[in-house]
């Protein structure tokens, strides 16, 4: 008797599975790793370096370093913080935080903190170039331009705000500041229309001088209107010169100019109206020049 061995049924009639359980193996093995990675046990960075930091915590540490060096004047510790974030130019990358937290509103007034330290480092920068072997510390001989209210914001353009916002920033402690040589109170030098360049319109150019006709960066400007007051600041935006600020001015407000250094108020400023020769009417800039005599 022969026994019969095949498969009952046949063996064409098994069924056989497929490769797809592998497939959802290797999508559910994915999604478990995401999950834990991302959900239940993050990676946690501890001691990074400064440098490797995404550039919006850059921007907060170059924040806390201005705002120590604003209350403690100590210039040398400033450099050796910025250093750790290894920027290619240190100078430009306080300038260009200092005008983009302008141009965004800078609600917090953090501008002014960040451009009392970019002064600083620029005078600094100078007396190297000036004298190689100079070893003393700016911390306790230079100076920038302080806010003793603390009150109004800082202002590189935007229409002007009815109200003031709050500087928050550490208490200065009694120290040298930044400021124009001593000696008498700025005078007005220049006070001129221009019509003839129409991407400046409506812009309140000003330039401040020592009496040398050397620019002055960190000065701080005043400006009034019927209702309200803001500040403003020489030296965020050397491209254009140490010694230079501008306002961008709303049609048909009058102003006020006063120097916070001293000097004779320049009032009735408002946007010039400019014809051109095609007949078209527009807005001008004017430029005003302070210097010491």
């Known amino acids: 008797m022969t026994q019969d061995t095949s498969p009952i049924g046949g063996g064409e009639n098994i069924p056989r599975k497929g490769n797809w359980y592998l497939l959802t193996s290797l999508v559910i093995g994915i999604l478990s790793g ?6 239940v046990a993050p990676v946690k960075y501890i001691e990074t370096h400064p440098a490797t930091l995404r550039s919006d915590f850059k921007d907060d540490f170059r924040f806390q370093i201005a705002s120590v060096f604003y209350a403690t004047n100590n210039l040398e510790r400033a450099k050796s913080r910025l250093d750790l974030l290894d920027d290619a130019d240190v100078i430009q990358a306080l300038t260009k935080q200092a005008q983009n937290l302008l141009d965004s509103g800078d609600p917090t007034n953090k501008a002014f903190v960040l451009a009392f330290l970019t002064s600083a480092l620029k005078q600094d920068a100078d007396l190297s170039l000036n004298d190689p072997t100079e070893t003393k510390s700016l911390a306790s001989t230079n100076t920038a331009t302080t806010n003793p209210t603390g009150t109004s914001p800082v202002t590189m353009g935007g229409t002007p705000s009815k109200q003031p916002a709050v500087i928050n920033t550490p208490t200065l402690r009694p120290s040298s500041t930044f400021s ?8 007005l030098k ?4 221009i019509c003839n360049s129409p991407q400046n319109s409506l812009l309140l ?13 960190g000065a701080e400007i005043i400006i009034t209107w019927s209702e309200g007051e803001e500040h403003f600041f020489t030296g965020l935006k050397p491209e254009i010169g140490d010694g230079y ?28 109206s400019c014809s051109t020769e095609s007949g078209v009417t527009r807005w001008g800039s004017i430029k005003l020049v302070f210097q010491q005599p």
């Open 190 to 193: 220049k006070n001129q229309v």
């Open 180 to 187: 124009p040589t001593p000696g008498a109170a700025f005078i």
């Open 245 to 272: 600020a501008d306002y961008l001015m709303t049609p048909e407000v009058v102003y006020s100019i006063q120097l916070a250094k001293g000097g004779a108020p320049v009032s009735n400023l408002s946007a010039p």
């Open 205 to 217: 150019q000003v330039e401040i001088r020592n009496r040398a006709g050397q620019p002055i960066p």
């Open 34 to 39: 995401l999950i834990i990675s991302w959900v």
